[in-house]
């Protein structure tokens, strides 16, 4: 009757759940390109960070990166994050027209700047180390005022986005949710594994996007 805010995945398999959300008749498409964002809180941090996008677009090219951002900025806004900082994950900091990841991570920096992803600093391509500390940065002799305080990574593909967060979820101490964003409602897709903790955050992240 469409009074439900939002839908929580289950013990379904991924796969039927989201064959529901994109059914082209009776699904929750928009025209907008559906994107998944894990939001971590990293203790050691004392910090909140999405990871976009580890559970909805296998191999993204640049145009889908965008959206995935674009997705991802907005939700970054609701949560009262005015301007997100934004890191472009990739394995080295020097732009190498031999990796595709590289390249996208320095265009997508420089769209950050002239402001065609809204409120947002875009940097990248940037590695993991310099992403999470700014000290990793200055070692490097980076200067760069994303490093050490970053609300946002977009990571090159889902293999490595989903191997980042399921790794921190058994080696850190965290908290995590998980949402898929550009749906009509928001969609929280979560894995079977995950517990009680995560899918009552996921809930709550899903009330974020509706409020």
Same mark, same amino acid.
């Given at each position: 009757?469409?009074? /439900?805010?939002?839908?929580? !995945?289950?013990?379904?398999? *991924? ?5 529901? &959300?994109? #059914? ?16 971590? =809180? ?11 996008? %580890? %559970?909805? +677009? ?24 005015? @301007? ?10 020097? &732009? ?23 409120? /947002? ?15 990793? $940065?200055?070692? !490097?002799?980076?200067? /760069?005022?994303?490093?050490? +305080? *970053? ?7 889902? &293999?490595?986005? +989903?191997?980042? &967060? !399921? *790794?921190?979820?058994? *080696?850190?101490? @965290? =908290?995590?949710?998980?949402? @898929?964003?550009? $749906? !009509? ?17 996921? @809930? ?6 509706? #409020?």
């Amino acid at each position: 009757d469409g009074d /439900c805010k939002f839908i929580l !995945k289950g013990f379904t398999q *991924t796969a039927d759940f989201l064959r529901g &959300v994109l #059914d082209k008749e009776i699904g929750l498409r928009t025209g907008r390109l559906l994107s998944h964002t894990a939001i971590v =809180e990293i203790k050691k941090f004392n910090r909140i960070i999405q990871y976009t996008d %580890g %559970g909805m +677009n296998i191999y993204p090219d640049l145009n889908a990166k965008v959206q995935i951002l674009k997705n991802a900025i907005e939700f970054a806004h609701a949560m009262q994050i005015e @301007i997100p900082n934004v890191a472009v994950l990739g394995p080295v900091e020097t &732009v190498n027209p031999d990796i595709q990841e590289n390249l996208d991570g320095a265009i997508l920096s420089k769209m950050g700047q002239r402001g065609q992803l809204g409120k /947002c600093n875009v940097e990248g391509p940037l590695a993991m180390d310099i992403i999470l500390s700014k000290e990793a $940065a200055e070692h !490097k002799k980076l200067n /760069c005022d994303v490093c050490g +305080n *970053t609300d946002i990574i977009l990571v090159p593909n889902l &293999v490595s986005g +989903n191997a980042i &967060v !399921k *790794t921190m979820v058994y *080696t850190s101490d @965290i =908290e995590l949710g998980g949402v @898929i964003l550009g $749906a !009509k409602a928001p969609c929280l897709l979560l894995s079977r594994a995950d517990t009680l903790k995560t899918k009552l955050n996921s @809930i709550a992240l899903g009330n974020v996007v509706t #409020d």
